[in-house]
T-cell receptor
Framework: SQTIHQWPATLVQPVGSPLSLECTVEGTSNPNLYWYRQAAGRGLQLLFY??????ISSEVPQNLSASRPQDRQFILSSKKLLLSDSGFYLC?????????????FGPGTRLTVL | SQQGEEDPQALSIQEGENATMNCSYKTSINNLQWYRQNSGRGLVHLILIRSNEREKHSGRLRVTLDTSKKSSSLLITASRAADTASYFCATGDNYGQNFVFGPGTRLSVLP
């Protein structure tokens, strides 16, 4: 069966510090991968998606970047965090590109920037 | 732009009652999906209903889709305290773009 891992679960970082959040998927190959951000009490905002190694599409301009160094690894990064980067970050995967199939979500990383 | 909007924003019911949540969207869709999120956790997929379908069932869940009104409803029958969560609809167009989640409905089921 397929599983998706995210770490860390929680993170508190000072403004201006770098960020690296990691997501890995097991039990499938060639997954479509996604990074979402969720503000408190709100819906999800799609940040990045990837259909293959080295292929990254950005949905919104921001202080973040994403990379996919391996087939089942997706990394969310920032060189200098802003207060507005605080939120709940969710990684997800799907067998086919959106919207044609369901997505499977990881447990999320709660990021607080102070 | 494509946008799923759930209604109501919050719903509080007694255990055993039915809960109905609605989702409206603006443009043509390929499918509409409902997800559930327990507090502080990831989302779990509940049901996907395609644009040519009108109703789907999964256990105590019933989803309807009215493409003429650009709306969908999620019915949870005989609710339980464990159903307490936020419920989101998500839509995507036929071009594989504009996959958008609504702001969600927060459901509280009181024992």
């Amino acid at each position: 069966s397929q599983t998706i891992h995210q770490w860390p679960a929680t993170l508190v970082q000072p403004v201006g510090s770098p960020l690296s959040l990691e997501c890995t998927v097991e039990g499938t190959s060639n997954p479509n991968l996604y990074w979402y951000r969720q503000a408190a009490g709100r819906g999800l905002q799609l940040l990045f998606y990837s259909v293959g190694i080295g292929q990254i599409s950005s949905e919104v301009p921001q202080n973040l970047s994403a990379s996919r160094p391996q087939d089942r690894q997706f990394i969310l990064s920032s060189k200098k965090l802003l207060l507005s980067d605080s939120g709940f970050y969710l990684c997800a995967w799907s067998k086919t590109p959106l919207p044609y199939n369901e997505q499977f979500f990881g447990p999320g990383t709660r990021l607080t920037v102070l | 732009s494509q946008q799923g909007e759930e209604d109501p924003q919050a719903l509080s019911i007694q255990e055993g009652e039915n809960a109905t949540m609605n989702c409206s969207y603006k443009t043509s869709i390929n499918n509409l999906q409902w997800y559930r999120q327990n507090s502080g956790r990831g989302l779990v997929h509940l049901i996907l209903i395609r644009s040519n379908e009108r109703e789907k069932h999964s256990g105590r869940l019933r989803v309807t889709l009215d493409t003429s009104k650009k709306s969908s409803s999620l019915l949870i029958t005989a609710s339980r305290a464990a159903d307490t969560a936020s419920y989101f609809c998500a839509t995507g167009d036929n071009y594989g773009q504009n996959f958008v989640f609504g702001p969600g409905t927060r459901l509280s089921v009181l024992p």
